[in-house]
């Protein structure tokens, strides 16, 4: 299967700092997730990218898809504790249907 | 709208033991998929379905079934359980092929 580089695979951050995580891939993908995911839970949508240079926000969370396609970038900003949890990019290659190739995760600890 | 509903939440298995995971959701989606999340490595995809009447394997099929009878729902058969099938499955579904997944809350597995 695809391989998803995601890193860093933990951060320690205090909180009011801001966070920035990478995916990176050998391949082209026409589509970029992140998601979000808290003990116990499934993955949560935070923000999907379908273009190549897109750049999106939700509140305080700022995704952009890269130039290549072969990255995504995923930045949060002003960090509070409830953003803790485990961060991951999924890619999708345009000609495999809907399989989506999940990073292995980002660990976000945020120190009040 | 409950979303994508998964169940049991935690089970525990024999190895050769046989059961189904259930999954359903009320978004009338046509896309539904199955993953495994193991520790260290991203989800990755068991089986997906496309429509009723409709699966398919994805990235790591073997020692698992998938029927599709209708919109809603989408099982996972295990015929006989090893311990390598000890980990979390998470249902998943979307509108369409290229789109964001929903994911439900997973269900814990351990095969002993």
């Known amino acids: 299967g695809q391989q998803l580089n995601q890193s860093p695979q933990s951060m320690f951050i205090q909180e009011g700092e801001d966070v920035s995580m990478n995916c990176t891939s050998s391949s082209i993908f026409n589509t970029w997730l992140w998601y979000k995911q808290e003990p116990g839970e499934g993955p949560v949508l935070l923000i999907a990218?379908?273009?190549?240079?897109e750049l999106t926000s939700n509140g305080r969370l700022t995704a952009q898809f890269g130039i290549t396609r072969k990255d995504s970038f995923l930045n949060i900003s002003a960090s509070i504790p409830s953003d803790v949890g485990i961060y991951f990019c999924?890619?999708?290659?345009?000609?495999?249907?809907?399989?989506?190739?999940f990073g292995t995760g980002t660990s976000l600890t945020v120190i009040p | 709208n409950a979303g994508v509903t998964q169940t049991p939440k935690f089970q525990v298995l024999k190895t050769g033991q046989s059961m189904t995971l259930q999954c359903a959701q009320d978004?009338?989606?046509?896309?539904m998929s199955w993953y495994r999340q193991d520790p260290g490595m991203g989800l990755r995809l068991i089986h997906y379905s496309v429509g009723a009447g409709i699966t398919d394997q994805g990235e790591v099929p073997n020692g698992y079934n998938v029927s599709r009878s209708t919109t809603e729902d989408f099982p996972l058969r295990l015929l006989s359980a090893a311990p390598s099938q000890t980990s979390v499955y998470f249902c998943a579904s979307s509108p369409g092929l290229i789109e964001k997944l929903f994911f439900g809350s997973g269900t814990q597995l351990s095969v002993l």
């Open positions: 978004m009338n989606h046509e896309y």
């Open positions: 990218l379908y273009k190549a240079g």
């Open positions: 999924a890619g999708q290659l345009g000609n495999t249907g809907n399989q989506f190739y």
